[in-house]
Antibody, heavy 120, light 111 residues
Framework: EVQLVESGGGLVQPGGSLRLSCAAS????????MHWVRQAPGKGLVWVSR????????SYADSVKGRFTISRDNAKNTLYLQMNSLRAEDTAVYYC?????????????WGQGTLVTVSS | NFMLTQPHSVSESPGKTVTISCTRS????????VQWYQQRPGSSPTTVIY?????PSGVPDRFSGSIDSSSNSASLTISGLKTEDEADYYC??????????FGTGTKVTVL
């Protein structure tokens, strides 16, 4: 059974940092591109970042570029999102998403999400 | 980058058909595949259509997808509407720079 389990969310003050993790199991992690997608309370889905299967290539939404860093450890089957200089508008549920390397645009597997709240 | 615009909401009675549009603001809708995701309240999204018109296994054939280059839009059609189809639906596509975009989302209400 495919599982993506996010962790690391919580309450953080504006300007603070947080590191999200996503533990993957049930599929060949190293054969998948990975994405982070977020959803503010009551709002729509927004793509945040992606990393290719070996970690050599990344891309970011303009809203987080320069503040967030995506990375992965294929030996540990784990995806990360380092979030710095957090703002109130970063408050959202963050989903970890897997996309097969042949179809990196097809968000195949989704985690249950972890809530990040940025507030003083 | 481009945007994908969807109607805010659609509603219809059980057994009827609804169609949700997804209009791309710039660039050709046909140049990159479109996917559709269903999100029920309190749950993570799941795929109902990928690569414009392909259904993942387990998705009923009541769900279908299409592309219309003349209007630069994609459409999701749900026929034989059931109460379990009540959810938010999002289209999604990407560009050649590996930027990914979700549509604005459509709430489907089954009356």
């Amino acid at each position: 059974e495919v599982q993506l389990v996010e962790s690391g969310g919580g309450l953080v003050q504006p300007g603070g940092s947080l590191r999200l993790s996503c533990a993957a199991s049930g599929f060949t992690f190293s054969s998948y591109w990975m994405h982070w997608v977020r959803q503010a309370p009551g709002k729509g889905l927004v793509w945040v970042s992606r990393i290719n299967s070996d970690g050599s290539s990344t891309s970011y939404a303009d809203s987080v570029k320069g503040r967030f860093t995506i990375s992965r450890d294929n030996a540990k089957n784990t995806l990360y999102l380092q979030m710095n200089s957090l703002r109130a508008e970063d408050t959202a549920v963050y989903y970890c998403v897997a996309a097969e390397v042949r179809r990196p645009y097809y968000f195949d597997y989704w985690g249950q999400g972890t809530l990040v709240t940025v507030s003083s | 980058n481009f945007m994908l615009t969807q109607p805010h909401s659609v509603s219809e009675s059980p057994g009827k058909t609804v169609t949700i549009s997804c209009t791309r603001s710039s660039g050709s809708i046909a140049s990159n595949y479109v996917q559709w995701y269903q999100q029920r309240p309190g749950s993570s999204p799941t795929t109902v259509i990928y690569e414009d018109n392909q259904r993942p296994s387990g998705v009923p054939d009541r769900f279908s997808g299409s592309i219309d280059s003349s209007s630069n839009s994609a459409s999701l059609t749900i026929s034989g509407l059931k109460t379990e189809d009540e959810a938010d639906y999002y289209c999604q596509s990407y560009d050649s720079s590996n930027f990914y975009v979700f549509g604005t989302g459509t709430k489907v209400t089954v009356l």
